[in-house]
């Protein structure tokens, strides 16, 4: 049985070495070769229309060596907060736990909960409160950051965010659905992580 | 083939009560909205309105809309 193992290894890894992993690929393409090729086999005289694929920015390739920033875009729906910023380190509020993401860090995507992205450049720290959002973590050292709210701390009102989760915490003990209970849940989830926003 | 785990996911306790995570999404925005100081809570919740109208379908003809606007209708 075990003699055939070998074998089965070899068709195995020969199968996954058709596919590159998106650690190393090269920069995308920006045109689909194969449509214009067949296009000027048949109307040789008109240039091919062109794609949408030519109208994107091309992904760029995997640099062979770390570089030395990260690129971070930080977007809201209704702004763009960092737009292509070179920094040293972000860390992020995955809910995983807080993740500092340097340049180099392995692709990753990370659901957000609410909690504090802080943007490290030389000596300057700039922090933000997130309510959730995702950061998709390129090969590349680029980041992407995508959230539906996102405050600087110094915008947020102690008073209100006491009172909010005085008010959950109250809800969450007499809710009686499950729905009830997990709207409640939330509110008291993202009122303490204001309230540690504040206070740490 | 390897289906032998059916959903052995563990599940985030809103989506086992049910809720989508859009859903989810926005009521945490909507909740740190509220929390603002002043002249930006104002700008915020101007962000948060809604207006959307939505007919049923029935024998090729559109129902009655209805209508959820937080705009005043004109």
């Given amino acids: 049985m075990f003699r055939q193992a070998p074998r089965l290894l070899a068709r195995a890894t020969s199968i996954m070495r058709a596919r590159s992993f998106s650690t190393d690929l090269p920069a995308a393409p920006t045109s689909d070769s194969s449509f214009v090729e067949a296009w000027k086999k048949v109307i040789p005289n008109i240039d091919a229309p062109k794609t949408p694929l030519s109208f994107m920015q091309p992904r760029p390739p995997t640099p062979p060596s770390i570089p030395g920033k990260l690129t971070v875009n930080f977007v809201l729906p209704y702004q763009s907060e960092l737009a292509a910023k070179e920094v040293d380190m972000v860390i992020i509020p995955a809910t995983t736990g807080q993740m500092g993401v340097l340049p180099g860090h392995v692709a990753t995507i990370a659901e957000l909960k609410p909690g504090i992205l802080s943007v490290h450049e030389g000596n300057d720290v700039t922090k933000y409160f997130v309510s959730s959002g995702f950061a998709f973590i390129h090969a590349n050292s680029i980041a992407d950051v995508v959230a539906v709210e996102a405050v600087p701390i110094d915008r947020i009102d102690p008073a209100l965010v006491q009172k909010g989760l005085a008010d959950f915490t109250q809800k969450l003990s007499t809710a009686s659905t499950d729905l009830e209970k997990a709207e409640a849940q939330i509110g008291v989830d993202v009122h303490s992580a204001l309230n540690s926003a504040l206070t740490g | 083939m390897a289906s032998a785990a059916g959903s052995s996911a563990a599940v985030p306790f809103w989506r086992a009560a049910g809720m989508t995570y859009i859903t989810y999404s926005n009521i945490c925005?909507?909740?740190?909205?509220?929390?603002?100081?002043?002249?930006?809570?104002?700008?915020?919740?101007?962000?948060?309105?809604?207006?959307?109208?939505?007919?049923?379908?029935?024998?090729?003809?559109?129902?009655?809309?209805?209508?959820?606007s937080d705009t005043p209708e004109e």
């Fill in chain 2, 29 to 68: 925005a909507s909740l740190v909205r509220n929390c603002l100081k002043e002249p930006y809570k104002t700008e915020a919740l101007t962000r948060e309105k809604v207006h959307f109208a939505v007919s049923k379908w029935a024998d090729g003809k559109p129902q009655k809309p209805t209508i959820r």
